[in-house]
C-alpha cells in the first residue's frame, strides 16, 4: 500500500521561550495525517533519514493517535534552514514514507553579542553540564577538605593531650606515689576527691592516657587500642571508673575504704604485671 502523509510542525508552548519558534534541542512534533499500511507496528518505529541529516536529528518517540495520524517527537541540533530530502519511520518490516520535510531553527545564542557556532562534528551536543553536578562536586571537594581538616586537627589534639601527661611526672614511682598519697588521704578519712584523683593518677602515669581529659568510653577505647591484650585490666579500670562515679553520688566513709582497697589490689596486680614485663 503506497502511503501518503502530509506533516506539519507542532512546537508546544514552553515558559520562558519564545512561543512558535523552533530553536536548537527545543522538542517539537511532527503532526502526521495520511493512509499507509495499518500492519505499520507503531511501537517498533524509528526513524529513517538521509545521510546528511542523520547527526543533526534526534527522534524520541513516535506514536499513533489514531487511525489516521501520528506524532513524531523530535529535536534539531543545528540552526538555520533544515531540509531532509528521505525522511522515513520503520518498523523493520514496514516504512512509511513521510516526504522531504523542511525546518528553520533558531539559534539559542544570542546572535548579536555571539558569534556565530562553529560546524558541528560527527558528534553533535548541546548538553551542558547541570549546576547541580557543580554544586555536588563543591559539596564532595567541602566534604573531603572537613575530613582531612578534622583528621589533621584531631592528631594535633591528641599529641596535645600526650604532651600534656609531662606534667604528672615525679621522682617517684607511679606505685610509690600513689601509697604516699593515699595513706595522705587516710587522715582525713579518704575525701572522694583525693581517692579519685590518686586513683586516676596512677592509671594516667601507668597506662599514658590522658585519664583527666576523656570521658570512661574514650579511657577505656585508648587502652583497648595501646594494649590490646589486657582485657582482665581494662575491665578492672573501667569498674574503678564506674565506682568512682557512684562514690560522687554516695560516698560515706564505708564505701570509701571498700574503694581504696579496691584500688590498693588493682595497683598491686598491676605492678606485678609490670615485673613480669606484660606492660
Not at 97 to 120: C, H, M, R, Y
Not at 251 to 256: A, E, F, G, L
Request: charged share 30%; proline share 3%.
Amino acid at each position: 500500500m503506497q502511503s501518503e502523509i502530509k506533516c506539519t510542525t507542532q512546537i508546544p508552548e514552553i515558559l520562558g521561550l519564545e512561543k512558535d519558534t523552533l530553536t536548537v534541542g527545543r522538542h517539537f512534533y511532527l503532526n502526521c495525517e495520511g493512509l499507509w499500511d495499518k500492519e505499520f507496528d507503531f511501537s517498533k518505529a524509528f526513524a529513517v533519514v538521509d545521510e546528511n541529516s542523520k547527526n543533526t536529528i534526534k527522534v524520541f518517540k513516535i506514536e499513533a493517535r489514531n487511525s489516521n495520524s501520528f506524532d513524531v517527537d523530535m529535536i534539531l541540533y543545528v540552526a538555520g534552514e533544515l531540509k531532509t530530502t528521505n525522511f522515513k519511520i520503520s518498523d523493520g518490516v514496514r516504512e512509511i514514507d513521510l516526504g522531504a520535510q523542511s525546518f528553520t531553527v533558531q539559534s539559542v545564542i544570542d546572535q548579536k553579542t555571539e558569534k556565530p557556532p562553529e560546524p558541528f562534528g560527527y558528534i553533535v551536543s548541546e548538553l551542558q553540564w547541570p549546576w547541580q553536578y557543580s554544586v555536588i562536586a563543591v559539596l564532595i571537594f567541602i566534604i573531603v577538605i572537613g575530613s582531612l581538616l578534622a583528621q589533621i586537627l584531631n592528631k594535633m589534639k591528641w599529641r596535645g593531650r600526650i604532651d600534656r601527661l609531662r606534667q604528672y611526672d615525679s621522682p617517684l614511682q607511679a606505685d610509690s606515689q600513689f601509697y604516699k598519697e593515699i595513706r595522705k588521704s587516710e587522715k582525713k578519712e579518704f575525701p572522694i576527691s583525693d581517692i579519685e584523683k590518686h586513683c586516676k593518677q596512677y592509671i594516667l602515669r601507668t597506662y599514658q592516657v590522658p585519664i583527666f581529659e576523656l570521658s570512661n568510653r574514650q579511657i577505656i577505647s585508648y587502652i583497648k587500642k595501646k594494649y590490646p591484650r589486657l582485657k582482665t585490666e581494662r575491665r578492672q579500670i573501667f569498674n574503678l571508673l564506674q565506682d568512682i562515679r557512684i562514690l560522687q553520688k554516695d560516698s560515706n566513709i564505708d564505701k570509701r575504704k571498700k574503694f581504696v582497697e579496691q584500688c590498693y589490689r588493682f595497683v598491686d596486680a598491676t605492678e606485678d604485671l609490670k615485673s613480669r614485663g606484660q606492660l
